[in-house]
């Protein structure tokens, strides 16, 4: 079976210009969910979403940074169940970024999902590819104040 997810994106923008839609908390929550992120290692932070009952999610990723390399690498852990008790998801996102060209090159791996985590690992594969292109649309909409096709 499957155990992770890994993806990889070409941007115009610098390193610094995706690392910051990576690491503040505002800018986090325009692509991916409402948040306390702090680009601290040793932080616990949270995600928020609906809750997922068909899933035994219920709507709370409880994370905790574990790397930060500044403008390379951020990796943090992403747990989720019933409640911070009952995790039944442990998994572990880690993004990479190197220079490309004028731009950057980011890399996702979301590791550790175990077989009973089949149906989160197949919503979240396209999850993070729709996620992903709200962080592009911010990105263009923000270079020169007007949206890239």
Not at 85 to 99: H, K, P, R, Y
Request: hydrophobic share 35%; with cysteine.
């Amino acid at each position: 079976m499957k155990t992770e997810i890994k993806q990889e994106w070409i941007y115009e923008q610098s390193p610094k210009e995706v690392w910051e839609y990576l690491t503040q908390s505002d800018l986090i929550a325009q692509w991916l969910m409402p948040n306390n992120f702090k680009a601290v290692v040793g932080h616990e932070f949270e995600f928020r979403t609906n809750p997922i009952p068909s899933l035994e999610l219920n709507g709370i990723f409880y994370c905790t940074v574990l790397e930060i390399v500044p403008l390379k690498k951020l990796a943090y852990s992403w747990k989720g169940g019933l409640s911070k008790g009952m995790i039944t998801l442990d998994t572990v996102v880690e993004w990479t970024l190197e220079q490309h060209k004028s731009g950057t090159q980011l890399h996702l791996k979301h590791s550790g999902f175990k077989d009973e985590n089949f149906s989160i690992l197949t919503g979240m594969t396209d999850g993070w590819l729709k996620n992903i292109q709200k962080m592009v649309n911010h990105l263009n909409s923000n270079n020169n104040g007007d949206t890239k096709s």
